[in-house]
T-cell receptor, first 111, second 110 residues
Framework: GQNIDQPTEMTATEGAIVQINCTYQ??????LFWYQQHAGEAPTFLSY????GLEEKGRFSSFLSRSKGYSYLLLKELQMKDSASYLC????????????FGAGTRLFVKA | SQTIHQWPATLVQPVGSPLSLECTVE??????LYWYRQAAGRGLQLLFY??????ISSEVPQNLSASRPQDRQFILSSKKLLLSDSGFYLC?????????FGPGTRLLVL
């Protein structure tokens, strides 16, 4: 089966850096995604990792270690608008390439 | 690119009433389509996915069903709603390696 773990909540200060961790277990790993979801809205795509290493996109970076079943999302120069839930999701190639989502980490950015 | 439409945006229904939520997709033909449900403060639960017209895979046993009568149309239905069916229903389409979501339908069953 599949299992995805990430912290429930985190708080950080405007202008700081925050790292949101995600660990996963899956039988047919085929990529890891990070999504941002503001309250009451649909998730929006942030990043995709399928190979080990760091992918950087502006203020956001995502890291993957397949051997450890581990990823993190790094947010730099935090802004108040970054307050949202961040969902870690894993694509599994068994039974139809499904994407399984974690419960999400709610990030609160304070002034 | 893909544009995903869902309606209605919000729905309040009594227990035992039927349900029909519609999702249509503009863009790539023959997309993989998905229905997710998100309970308040919770993660996304995959309900159904479809790789083509008339092809539906169900992920969890429940009183919901899905149909795909056309290539870019995905419908979520129920004959009799339960209180536990309340939630935020999201339709998604996969483009290459990434899923994109529609705006969602917030369903409240009373």
């Amino acid at each position: 089966g599949q299992n995805i773990d990430q912290p429930t909540e985190m708080t950080a200060t405007e202008g700081a850096i925050v790292q949101i961790n995600c660990t996963y277990q899956t039988s047919g790993f085929n990529g890891l995604f990070w999504y941002q979801q503001h309250a009451g809205e649909a998730p929006t795509f942030l990043s995709y990792n399928v190979l080990d290493g760091l992918e950087e996109k502006g203020r956001f970076s995502s890291f993957l270690s397949r051997s450890k079943g581990y990823s993190y999302l790094l947010l730099k120069e935090l802004q108040m608008k970054d307050s949202a839930s961040y969902l870690c999701a894993v694509r599994d190639n068994t039974g139809g390439f499904k994407t399984i989502f974690g419960a999400g980490t709610r990030l609160f950015v304070k002034a | 690119s893909q544009t995903i439409h869902q309606w209605p945006a919000t729905l309040v229904q009594p227990v035992g009433s039927p349900l029909s939520l519609e999702c249509t997709v503009e863009g790539t033909s023959n997309p993989n389509l998905y229905w997710y449900r998100q309970a308040a403060g919770r993660g996304l639960q995959l309900l159904f996915y479809s790789v083509g017209i008339g092809q539906i895979s169900s992920e969890v046993p429940q009183n919901l069903s899905a149909s795909r009568p056309q290539d870019r149309q995905f419908i979520l239905s129920s004959k009799k709603l339960l209180l536990s069916d309340s939630g935020f229903y999201l339709c998604a389409s996969r483009v290459q390696e990434t899923q994109y979501f529609g705006p969602g339908t917030r369903l409240l069953v009373l």
